[in-house]
């Protein structure tokens, strides 16, 4: 139990472009649900908190524009990339919070994103 | 401001010989900690969490971490590497909530020779 996927696993797009990868939680509910970035041999730098059905919480640096979050139902966030660019190439990964009673996060295998 | 430290970038050992990761955070209240693993091209794993109790703590794997409030850490440890050990390591806390942020270390690189 608890499996986290993303979709897409890898994605290349031209410079201006938008992107949307999508983050599920499918075998259990998740209130709460965090979007991170990791550069090459970096550790995780974490984006935004998700809560389903409000408005993302972005951490300072995290431009809410560029990032678009969208906590719609208790299996899925997005995070859409707005006019990416080659700065944004990365690897994004995503955690869903199982219950407020196990407190344990669980992740999603990532999404590579490459802007050219 | 939470923030989590590990002691070493990269660590390089032996198969059989024994592991010891520091980490460091500094927060002064309540905290949950975690140390997660990253195997080569895998995502990120969940070896052991510790949220209150028994200050040692068993995972998975063979790995377990001490609690030591006075010294704000958090080591991981095994006896005995193996090679499938080789992974990235990233010691991570949050404030005693769960619907806080985890604050991630920057990792340590485990390079396990044969």
């Known amino acids: 139990g608890a499996v986290v996927s993303q979709h897409p696993s890898w994605v290349i797009c031209k410079s201006g472009t938008s992107v949307k990868i999508e983050c599920r939680s499918l075998d259990f509910q998740a209130t709460t649900m965090f979007w991170y970035r990791q550069f090459p041999k970096q550790s995780l730098m974490l984006m935004a908190t998700s809560n389903e059905g409000s408005k993302a919480t972005y951490e300072q640096g995290v431009e809410k524009d560029k990032f678009l979050i969208n906590h719609a139902s208790l299996t899925l966030s997005t995070l859409t990339v707005t006019s990416a660019h080659p700065e944004d190439s990365s690897f994004y990964i995503c955690?869903?919070?199982?219950?407020?009673?196990?407190?344990?996060?669980?992740f999603g295998p990532g999404t590579r994103l490459l802007v050219l | 401001a939470q923030s989590v430290s590990q002691h070493n970038h990269h660590v390089i050992l032996s198969e059989a010989a024994s592991l010891e990761l520091g980490c460091n955070y500094s927060?002064?209240?309540?905290?949950?900690l975690f140390w997660y693993v990253q195997y080569p091209g895998q995502h990120l794993q969940l070896l052991l969490k510790?949220?209150?109790?028994?200050?040692l703590v068993k995972g998975i794997k063979g790995f377990e971490a001490e609690f030591i409030k006075s010294k704000f850490s958090f080591n991981l440890r095994k006896p005995s590497v193996q090679w499938s050990d080789t992974a990235e390591y990233f010691c991570a806390v949050n404030a005693g909530t769960s619907y806080d942020k985890v604050i991630f270390g920057p990792g340590t690189s485990l390079s396990v020779i044969p």
């Open positions: 955690s869903a919070l199982m219950s407020a009673i196990q407190e344990t996060q669980y």
């Open positions: 510790y949220f209150s109790g028994d200050p």
């Open positions: 927060y002064g209240g309540t905290v949950n």
